[in-house]
């Protein structure tokens, strides 16, 4: 067989040969507006030209600071289009890791959202690397900003090539993107996806038992393209011709049922706390949302209530799907088999609740305390997994050691497995609570808290215990307007779990600490249990 090289220039290519017509509907500042893949192809192949202008080497980095539209959409092929590299940074980071990633990626040139400016302008003076600040606005002028030196977007494209010619004849296995953890422990860590990677990854995005994307979908990414590139969906998307809806800056759960109505959404990605918003939109207004026929949700679990509600009230499939940074990121996805279709709804619902089996291409091993785990949906082990679009070592990290052993990535989650295949996280490894010697899920305690119904949010950690290694202590915020005792906490978990795993004790708090995409920190509950233990003694 040829051994042709797998590009990124290829995906887009495919767009402007085959799909020209079709569109990518962006909402900006001044209202909703409509790119084919013809000047999106155009419009990419000036932004390309103009960065190699500004200097831009094949292997360098160039950082976008965006929220999802077309302009994203265009850096996300033209960077990689000249050998160079997509460094997609969170622009919910803290001020301290924006530099530190900046700095770490090496950037030379950084791409900005307007609205972002003063997020960049403040770390200005600590991002000495960078050479060039492209400000992406929809205004003819540039905005007032402390950056230097800065070009405006839409200019530079004035002076582009519509034709210049995107690099395909590069080792497929050089990188093309690039993305950094959200730092719960310690500073962010990078990953680098190589152009095979993503072409592969975006390859399962379309298989009919995966995510099946195809070119009759309109499909919107609500996960931001700063967070494991929409989760390849903007490749993916441009390569088979998909219409892409992005929601543009700052959008509400409003906006999204108005465009997921207006523009026919057929699919739709994000995390489950966008689709708790939106399903609290639902009650309140009415929407057709007819044309949906699947939400893609992962990145923290889906709680089964939530799947219940939008497929029984609102009749809305839902698909939850786990991955990660680490793994481009879709490796694990819920759909049923074909012989689990007789089940009852709620045991249907039970499997599609759980994070799913792996989609094709990619492998795993769950390691417990005494090696494999058997799969009787019970035993407890880490999900290590490898496969092409899994990344083997963080870029220039000490910490790669830890993560990436004997050709696997150690994920840090742990699961169940059933006798199917389906796996379930009942916790990330340094989350687990070992209890003399057995481990307690803290995501199972804290979801059958949450279940209650005067708690809004639990959140459950290990403390140390002489003479049982660590024990659960459950942190709990109490709805507004409601009120509830321990005892009667108690009394609610006791049914549901063995004696041993019921919390020593049970804290009320005003709000659980959370990281920058609102999962719970628990390092930083940790040490505010720490705090409050030592002031109760
Ligand atoms: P971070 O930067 O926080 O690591 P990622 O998106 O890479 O961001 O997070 C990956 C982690 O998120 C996984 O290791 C897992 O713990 C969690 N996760 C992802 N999807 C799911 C899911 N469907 N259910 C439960 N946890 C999930």
Known sequence: MMNVPLNIALMLERAETFFPKKTVISRMKHGIVRHTYREIGERTRKLASAL??????????????????????????????????LHTINIRLSPQHIAYIINHADDRVLLIDDDLLPLIEKVKDDIPSVKAFIIMTDESELPNTTLSPVYHYEELLKEGDARFSLVKDIDEHSPAGMCYTSATTGNPKGILYSHRAIVLHSMALGLADSAALSESDVAMPVVPMFHANAWGLPFAAAWFGTTLVMPGAAFTPQILAQMMEAEKVTLAAGVPTVWLGLLNELEKGTYDL?????????????????????????????????????????????????YQQHLSGDEKLDIRAKQGFLVPGVEMKVVGKDGDVEWNGAEMGELCLRGPWIADEY???????????DGWLYTGDVVTVDEEGFIKIVDRTKDVIKSGGEWISSVDLENALMAHEAIFEAAVV????????????????????????????????????????????????????????GKFLKLKLREQLRDYFANVQ
């Open 52 to 85: 190699k202008q500004l200097g831009v080497q094949p292997g360098e980095r160039v950082g976008t600071f965006a929220w999802n539209h077309h302009r994203h959409l265009e850096a996300y092929f033209a960077i990689p289009g000249i050998g160079a590299v």
């Open 395 to 405: 870029y220039n990290d000490e910490r790669s050691k830890e993560a990436f052993r």
């Open 290 to 338: 007819s044309s949906v026929t699947r939400i893609l949700c992962g990145g923290s679990a889906a709680p089964k209530g939530m799947i219940r509600a939008f497929e029984e009230k609102y009749r809305i499939p839902f698909i939850h799907a786990y991955g990660m940074t680490e793994t481009s990121p879709l490796v694990v996805l819920s759909r049923l088999k074909s």
């Open 462 to 517: 290990a403390v140390p215990h002489p003479e049982w290694q660590e024990r659960p202590i459950a942190c709990v915020v109490v709805k507004e307007g409601k009120s509830v005792t321990k005892e009667e906490l108690y009394d609610f978990l006791r049914p549901q779990f063995a004696k041993w795993w019921l919390p020593d004790d049970i804290v009320f708090m005003s709000e659980i600490p959370k990281t920058s995409v």
